[in-house]
């Protein structure tokens, strides 16, 4: 696609249930990354991949986070037994040579809600 | 993290004017540094970036400047416009680690 695309643009849910944030990345690009950014602040790196494998999860808050990119293209972002600290509008990003200094293309997110 | 809380700092600038937007980084290592957009319900929009064999690099209407002696990067924006209100995030990526870290935005309000 153009960009990157990410659905839902918007997630509400209870405390408790499980949710799976899809991104698509640009069409081509070698690294897909996940951030998580909360009201007036920075994103937060969370994870990204290289095609298919996962680079670094260092960021993923604690192992209810979880993210998979199984054919090297679109991404998926799960939180089990999601709990109301979780709530913030979460980024995908993605670049294109899979290098070290690169400019990231930014998704619009998904806002999460936890209920 | 980066982030100290909902309290963006702002600078106001009258239309017309030139803005300068400064951000400190954090890792003497950090070997790529970038400034990103982010307006009101969008993601972060790429504006410039430097790395770190440069001083200074410039764009339309734009330019970035790095001091890495005191670890500072600034955004100097020309002839500012309405459009160019929005949050501006600069970020950084420590040489080896292929992720850009975020700092404290700083908003961006135009005068009329």
């Known amino acids: 696609g153009a960009g990157v695309s990410q659905s839902p643009r918007y997630k509400v849910t209870k405390r408790g249930q499980d949710v799976a944030l899809r991104c698509d990345p640009i069409?081509?690009?070698?690294?897909l990354y996940w951030y998580r950014q909360a009201l007036g602040q920075g994103p937060e790196f969370l994870t990204y991949?290289?095609?298919?494998?996962?680079?670094?999860k260092s960021g993923l808050p604690n192992d209810r986070f979880s993210a998979e990119r199984p054919e090297g293209s679109i991404s998926t972002l799960t939180i089990q037994r999601t709990e109301q600290r979780d709530s913030a509008m979460y980024r995908c990003?993605?670049?294109?040579?899979?290098?070290?200094?690169?400019?990231?293309?930014f998704g619009s997110g998904t806002q999460l809600s936890v209920l | 993290g980066e982030s100290v809380g909902l309290h963006l700092p702002t600078l106001s600038v009258q239309e017309g004017d030139n803005s300068i937007i400064n951000c400190a980084y954090s890792?003497?290592?950090?070997?790529?540094f970038i400034w990103y957009k982010q307006e009101s319900g969008k993601g972060p929009q790429f504006i410039i970036d430097?790395?770190?064999?440069?001083d200074k690099r410039q764009g339309q209407r734009v330019t970035v400047l790095l001091n890495k002696t005191v670890k500072h990067l600034s955004l100097q924006i020309a002839a500012t416009q309405p459009g160019d209100s929005a949050v501006y995030f600069c970020?950084?990526?420590?040489?080896?680690?292929?992720?850009?870290?975020f700092g404290q935005g700083t908003r961006l309000t135009i005068n009329p």
């Open positions: 990003a993605s670049s294109l040579a899979g290098a070290s200094g690169e400019k990231l293309f």
């Open positions: 069409s081509g690009h070698v690294s």
């Open positions: 991949f290289n095609y298919e494998a996962q680079q670094d």
């Open positions: 890792n003497s290592a950090s070997d790529y």
């Open positions: 430097i790395r770190s064999n440069m």
């Open positions: 970020a950084e990526n420590i040489v080896g680690a292929q992720k850009l870290v």
